[in-house]
């Protein structure tokens, strides 16, 4: 069983800054791709950016310079430092993790609300 599992949400107000962190453990083995991914209320899920094994990493490119992903390999981890938050990136942010073999995790999701 695979648990993949976000943190760090919550509620800032405009300007401020929130570092979200997910872990997958369990049997997940050989992670390639670690993500985020928000949702905002009525909208379709978006991506954020994406982190590959070897530390390629890509952004959406309305977020560049705010938003930093960065991951601990060892430890299945990923984190999404965010910074100058506005109102607009009020969102569910949910973790992905894809395994070489493919197979693709979805954690719960963590609310973040920007009050303005």
């Known amino acids: 069983q695979v648990r993949v599992m976000e943190s760090g949400g919550g509620l800032v107000q405009t300007g401020g800054s929130l570092r979200l962190s997910c872990t997958a453990s369990?049997?997940?083995?050989?992670?390639?791709?670690m993500g985020w991914y928000r949702q905002a209320p009525g909208k379709q899920r978006e991506l954020v950016g994406v982190?590959?094994?070897?530390?390629?990493?890509k952004y959406v490119d309305s977020l560049k310079g705010r938003f930093t992903i960065s991951r601990d390999n060892a430890k299945n981890t990923v984190y999404l430092q965010m910074n100058s938050l506005k109102p607009e990136d009020t969102a569910v942010y949910y973790c992905?993790?894809?395994?070489?073999?493919?197979?693709?995790?979805w954690g719960q999701g963590t609310q973040v609300t920007v009050s303005s």
């Open positions: 992905n993790a894809i395994a070489t073999s493919g197979y693709s995790y």
């Open positions: 982190r590959h094994n070897g530390g390629d990493t």
């Open positions: 369990g049997r997940i083995f050989n992670i390639d791709v």
